[in-house]
Each structure stands twice: as C-alpha cells, then as structure tokens.
C-alpha cells in the first residue's frame, strides 16, 4: 500500500506550491523570465511569475506559483518522535516518585557563544511556555539553568561534578552550522570523559528535529513549539529505563 | 494621542532615578577599568596588533607596571612619548615589541607627560569634532526622512556582505543601518583587528569595519539624497574602547546601555558601571545617540508583567546618560514590542506602553524594537505580526524603528527579507501617517488605565531599588529576575581604584560641565 502525496491547491493532486526569491539581477521583463526557468528547473510544471520587481541596484524579487510533479508516499515515511511520552507535570512527578524515588537532576545551557536563552528558559523556568510550566516548578527534578554563553567544557564538569542524570544543550544561533558544531563538541567531550551513558543527553532551538539529534547521538532534540511537560516525560521515561536496564546488568 | 498620566509621579520616579544613580557616580568617580584606559590609548592614536595578534591597546596595557595602573595608563604613556619623541601610533608599536619599556621613564616628571600628551588629546578631540560636525553637515545638506526612522540590521559575517546588504537596504528605504555583531564580541576582552569576513549570528565590530561601511553608506546617502545613519554596539566587555571607535569613524548611533551587560551577559556590575559612564561621556561630545535595551526584559520574561521593569530601566539609563553628559535628543530609550499575539487587546497594552514612553520622555529619540519571542516559522503570520507592530510605532510617535524581519526566528535576514519589512513598515507607516494626530484617548479607557498602572508600579519599584541601593537590588535579582553579585561576572579583574593622582586627559576634557560646577 502507498499513500502517495503532493500539495494541494485547491484540486486533488494539483501539486500546487509558491515560492520566493531573490535574484541578483536587475529587474527587467527578461527578469521575469528567468526566475521562471528557474522554477522549472526545480521541477514546477506551469511556472509563473506573479510578482517580479527591483528591490535595489542589482537585485530583484520574484514570487512564483506553479505545480510539483513530485510526490512522496506518506507511508514511507517514518520520524521518531521524542514527544511521545504524553504526561502532565502531576504523571511526571508522579512516575518519578514511584519508579525512580529521587529527583532527577537536570542542568540546561546555550552552549558555545550562543546567548539566546529564551528556548531553555522556555523549558527550564518555573514560568514554562504557554501555560506549560518549565522543569523548576517540577518536584521530580532539581533544576540547574545555566544560563548562556556556556562553553562545552563547563557544561561537562558541571555535569560530572554535581552528577547531573539529564543535559540540555540549547542552540538558537545556526550561522555557518555553529549549532551542529558545538552539539558535536558537547557529545564527543562526554564520550572522552566516559560520562556519556551517566547523563539522558537532549539538545533542543528553533532548527534542531529529533532526527538531527539521533544522527549527533543524542537521546533525543527538540525543535520549535515544544513544551516542557514533553521534555520531562522524555528525560523520566529514558532515565528509568536506562536505570533499569544498568540494574539488570 | 495622548495620556492622561500623574505628572508628580513622573517628577517622583526622575528623583528616585537620581537617587538610585548618585551612589553609583561616586563609586565610578573612584574608580577606572583596563578598557577606559585602552579607549584612552585609542583616542591618542593607538591602533593595530602586534606580530601575535594583540591589539596594541591591550599590549600596552599588559606592558604597564602593576603599580602604575591605579594612576592611568596616559601618564606613563605620556612620560614615555616626552622621553622618546615618538607619535602614539610608533610608540605604541615599540612597546608592543619590547623596543620601549613603560618603567623606563618613571622619574620623568608628570609635567613632561602632560605636556607631551596634550597635541594629542587636542588632536583627538579635534578629531571628534570634525566627525560630529560633518554628520552635521551632512544632515543638513541631506535630509532624513520623517521618523519613525526605519533601522535595518546587516549580519552576514562578512563585511563586505554586509556592506552590499546596507546598500541595499538604504535603495528600500532604510534609513539606519546596523552591523550586528558576532555573537559573544560581547565578551572579549579586547577588540578585533582589521577587515573581518567571518563571525557567528554577525560580523566582528572592528575599526577597519566601521570604516568600509561609514565610506558605503556616505556613497549611498549622497545618490539618495538622504543621510543613512550607522550604529554598532558599545555593549559588553571594551564599551568604551568601541565608543572611541565610533567616534572618530563617524558612527552615528550605538547600542549602550547600562544595566544589559550585567543582566543578561553576566558581565561585572563594576565594570559596566564605570565603563558605560565614560563611553557616554565619549558619546556625547561625539553627538553619537545612544541605543538603550529595555527589550531585552521583554524577550526573557512575560511582556505584560515586565512593562513597569521597562519604564523603570528607562529612567535609570535617562539619569546615567544625563550624568554622562548627553543631552535628551541623544538618548534613545528602548522599547519592544513583545506581547503575546494571542492576548485579547494586545494591541491595546502596546499602545498604552508606547505612548506612555512617548510622554514621559518627549524629547528623547525612543528605540522600538519588533516582535521576536513570538515570531516562529510562519512568515506569513509574522509579517502580520510586524504590521500591527508598525501601526502602533507611527501612531505613537517612536523615532528610531528596527523593522521586524517576517523571517525572524529562522535566520539572520536575507537581502530580500529586509526589502519586504522594508515595503511593510513603509506601507503602513505612510497609511497611518497622522492617525496618532487624530485620536483622543478615552478617558478611565482601558489603554489609559493600563499606563497609569505602569507608571505606579514603576514607581514602587525605583522606590524599593532606591531603598536598597542599585548594587543589592541587582544582587537581589530586582531586575529581569537575574541576580549578579558585586565581585561576579566577567571583566570584574579589569576594574580597578583609582590612586589620588590618577590622570585621564579625556575624563577631564569631555567631563559635563554640570559635575565641574559641583
């Protein structure tokens, strides 16, 4: 079975997309005509261009509409989501207490140079993000927010100092792949001070899918909208069952 | 429009203000910091890197005997240009290569120095004021257009990217232009050299850098027939030095404030104290307008509860920026437009804060910031967003307007991104024209009510700041719910007292005549 899907204007598999973009070239009729092509060599079938204008010396802004011939079966598809663990902050608490009996201690920083600390203030602060309250008003977890600017080697011997069972590592900040470069610099600092399988090891910024997260070995990544309530059930569930698979032996 | 606001308790909040800023003064008044004293070398003339890279400004300053730092760099430097009858800039290359030692020249009488430094403070002085009266002259000759200044960012890493982006943006309309810099610039403690075509989220603030783009923007003000304004960041660790740089390369605004760089960079209390007090100094005689960061407690906290944290901060860096010599058209208090899209009558809470703003400091070039905390991938709903936020700019009177980027919250704008905010702002702005002109707000109304509620709880909060003391009430976590110790922070190693002889040129030129006559 294949559930093929294309986008949908306002037929079934009319294929229907916009786009935008600007050319460094002035604007002429000609113009026009090459944002056109453009589109076409991107694989839009009746290609046009609805608005084409100069928007300074040497640069021109196109918007264009046209249909996909592609289509990808959805059925094919498979993401793993770290957001499964559906739990209010009461089950999260509540399943702490009952299966790990401590409070799990968790430390959240932007790493590197970055200094936007709005997503782990988001997670972290006792406010929380849309009506979500953040890991501090949580009794399942002592919460560490380390703030921003936090280089790499200072997450991780806060980590091993105070023991930490969970790491957040945030990026907001994606110029020229800092983001994935500073997310593999925490990770392989981790595994060379064998502390990697002490900590449930979770990046998170607008850019960042679980995907990314996996493919850097991560436990798990968390991008834009998500709410707390979804990185504490995550960090509980994966903490128990790495405490219970290590007492198993 | 206009607010019906408790006039005595404006007057309440300025003496509170003063109250909280004069215990602070005398503490900066006994103190200096490694990046004044660089900023000191700078202004003599004082430029480039030695063979490993180190600006020769902090060179020298790691070349001063201990025991001399307490009294200024600019004695010793003095004694050492009277001894050996170089200019600054060779001077300055000999320590940084060991040719010439500080403590050669220590029984140099201190008359020998002065004498010796003197051409050169009068030179840079000179050198200040040929830059303010060229922008003079040049607004003059080419007018902007009517505020709200429509101010864009460049932040590409590259200068020369940059530089094409300004350009640009000043052919759609842009009227300012900053170059955003690399983020953490804020936290070296020295400042970069030459051309720079890398940086993270920015492009590194150096004095070659400010070059190229003062030259881009002087070419592109002369084709529009319009001056296009440049700002950069006198933020973080080297304040001052960037203030001196602004200066002479004829920067027109700066991002300066006084309490960020403690809050929300975790740099030393201290430190940001004495440096932001003579980088204002530097800024005023500069005629640079000062870009203040209320913004900042609105995209860490929740918008509506901080609005009285904002008018409190508003008035603390009004009373450190006048102490600082700058008179009210350069001081350009910030503001942001961060309410939650969703609230029912969000609208309403920003023109109550904007226009309240506007009232309380009616002569000051207000900075408005656009939504960012609630701007996500919908570039669509954003652009919306940044609308509403342009209407609420022009029918409040805001002077200085960083046009919100529909693209906000995925990547450092696009050259085309800038011209569609660009398009937006100029569409509703030339709309709205004079619609704050023709509406009356209603009395005991909802936006009126909201105003006054801010003002009062602004007022209670400078009352508990002034009662504790700025220093403990930042310590106290008052402000942005950040708590920073005296001692904590980055720089704070570089703040140091001043002996009784201590000795800077620049202090005592550009000191406001107010403090003389006290």
């Keep these: 079975m294949s559930h093929v899907v294309k986008p949908y204007g306002d037929t079934q598999d009319d294929g229907k997309v916009q786009l935008s973009f600007t050319l460094p070239i002035e604007w002429s009729e000609a113009g026009d005509e090459v944002a056109r092509q453009l589109a076409g060599k991107m694989g839009l079938r009746d290609a046009q261009v609805v608005e084409g204008r100069r928007i300074a010396t040497g640069f021109s802004f196109f918007v264009v509409y046209g249909s996909t011939a592609h289509g990808v079966d959805v059925d094919s598809v498979k993401v793993p989501s770290a957001r499964e663990h559906a739990m209010s902050m009461e089950e999260v608490d509540a399943f702490v207490a009952e299966r790990i009996g401590r409070k799990i201690r968790v430390a959240g920083a932007c790493i590197g140079t970055d200094a936007h600390t709005v997503g782990i203030d988001a997670i972290l602060n006792m406010k929380g993000y849309k009506g979500d309250y953040g890991l501090e008003r949580y009794h399942a977890f002592e919460t560490y927010n380390l703030g921003s600017q936090v280089a790499v080697e200072e997450l991780v011997r806060f980590a091993k100092s105070k023991r930490m069972d969970a790491l957040l590592a945030s990026q907001a900040v994606t110029q020229k792949g800092s983001d994935v470069k500073n997310f593999t610099a925490l990770g392989e600092l981790l595994e060379a001070e064998g502390v990697r399988d002490d900590v449930v090891l979770i990046c998170g910024g607008p850019r960042v899918t679980n995907r990314l997260a996996t493919e850097l070995g991560y436990d798990a990544g968390f991008g834009r909208g998500t709410l707390p309530s979804e990185v504490a059930a995550f960090i509980a569930v994966r903490l128990d069952e790495r405490l219970r698979a290590a007492a198993r032996g | ?518």
């Design chain 2, 1 to 518: 429009m206009e607010l019906r606001i408790d006039r005595s308790t404006v007057n309440r909040c300025r003496d509170l203000a003063a109250a909280i800023v004069s215990p602070v003064e005398a503490f900066i008044a006994e103190h200096s910091t490694v990046s004044v004293e660089r900023a000191v070398l700078r202004l003599l003339g004082v430029d480039g890197v030695t063979p490993h890279e180190v600006p020769l400004p902090n060179a020298i300053l790691d070349a001063l005997p201990p025991g001399d730092r307490s009294g200024g760099v600019a004695i010793a430097f003095g004694k050492a240009l009277a001894e050996t009858g170089l200019e600054p800039a060779a001077l300055g290359e000999a320590i940084a290569v060991g040719r010439c030692r500080l403590d050669e020249f220590a029984t140099t009488p201190e008359a020998a120095a002065r004498g010796a430094l003197r051409p050169h403070v009068d030179a840079a002085l000179a050198r200040l004021a040929t830059q303010r009266d060229e922008r003079a002259a040049m607004l003059e000759r080419l007018p902007q257009l009517a505020p709200p200044l429509l101010y864009v960012i460049v932040a590409s890493g590259n200068i020369y990217e940059d530089r094409t982006a300004a350009v640009a943006a000043a052919e759609a309309g842009a009227q300012i232009v900053a170059v955003i810099r690399s983020t953490g610039q804020s936290l070296l403690d020295f400042v970069p050299f030459g051309p720079t075509t890398e940086g993270f989220g920015g492009t590194y603030a150096t004095q070659a850098n400010f070059r190229i783009m003062r030259a881009a923007l002087d070419e592109a003000s002369e084709k529009l027939g319009r001056y296009v304004m440049l700002t950069n960041y006198a933020s973080g660790l080297c304040m001052p030095e960037i203030a001196a740089m602004a200066a002479i390369e004829r920067l027109d605004m700066l991002l300066n404030d006084s309490m960020y760089g403690i809050l929300f960079r975790d740099i030393n209390m201290q430190r940001t104290f004495v440096d932001q007090h003579f980088s204002r100094m530097l800024n005023a005689r500069s005629g640079i307008i000062i870009n203040t960061g209320e913004d900042n407690y609105l995209t860490t906290a929740d918008a509506v509860s901080q609005a009285p944290a904002v008018l409190a901060s508003q008035f603390i860096n009004e009373e450190f920026a006048h102490r600082a010599g700058l008179p009210d058209r350069q001081i350009g208090l910030g503001d942001a437009y961060e309410i939650d899209p969703d609230l029912e009558d969000s609208l309403l809470y920003q023109l109550a804060q904007a226009q309240l703003a506007r009232d309380i400091f009616p002569e000051a070039p207000l900075k408005y910031m656009p939504p960012t905390k609630h701007m996500t991938g919908d570039i669509f709903k954003g652009h919306l967003i940044d609308a509403m936020f342009n209407l609420t700019s022009v029918a409040t009177g805001q002077t200085i307007h960083l046009c919100g980027m529909p693209t906000e919250a995925i990547h450092t704008p696009f050259l085309g991104d800038r011209a569609l905010s660009l398009d937006n702002a100029r569409y509703v702005m030339n709309a709205a024209r004079h619609l704050g002109d023709e509406i009356l707000l209603r009395p005991g109304g909802k936006i009126e009510r909201r105003a006054q509620s801010v003002l009062a709880e602004s007022e209670s909060l400078l009352q508990r700041v002034a009662e504790m003391g700025l220093m403990r009430a930042i310590e106290d976590a008052v402000f942005a719910d950040v708590s920073r110790s005296p001692e904590g922070g980055r720089g704070f190693d570089g703040v140091f007292r001043r002996a009784p002889d201590y000795f800077n040129p620049f202090e005592d030129a550009l000191r406001p005549a107010r403090e003389v006559a006290v």
